[in-house]
């Protein structure tokens, strides 16, 4: 039986916990705190890079076995419906070089795919329109 002094409801949080939430009150705050646009770009840059190396553009002896061409589709797929999506909130100036990225990526996938989709039918093709 619990008593009042070993109850759940009495106990203080450990040290750890109360670091814990202090770190995630902090990042919540310092999120807050940064601009939409920013938030955009880098999002879509780890999109970028992830897919990148899931095409095959990555260097280094391991390189190769990083590639996953089903995981860049989805990849280059959820950047495109980002970048389109964004593209008119967040100006030509940020969403030019974005799509220039997306743009070599799905260039980059038509050439690393053995069975060359259809015009139209490539990763983010739905949002982009045809890639040549």
Excluded at 38 to 46: A, D, F, K, R
Aim: zero cysteines; proline letters at 8%.
């Amino acid at each position: 039986m619990d008593t009042p002094e070993n109850s759940p409801a009495s106990a203080s949080p450990s040290p750890e916990a109360e670091r814990l939430a202090a770190a995630v009150g902090g990042q919540a705050r310092d999120i807050s705190d940064v601009p939409a646009v920013e938030l955009i770009n880098t999002v879509s840059v780890h999109l970028m890079s992830a897919a990148a190396v899931k095409v095959g553009l990555a260097e280094g002896p391991d390189a190769a076995g990083l590639k996953d061409l089903d995981e860049a589709r989805k990849l280059i797929t959820a950047l495109a419906g980002l970048v389109t999506a964004a593209a008119p909130e967040v100006g030509s100036t940020h969403a030019a070089p974005l799509r220039d990225g997306l743009r070599s990526l799905q260039l980059a996938f038509r050439e690393e795919s053995a069975i060359p989709d259809a015009p139209g039918k490539g990763p983010g093709e739905k949002w982009t329109g045809a890639v040549n």
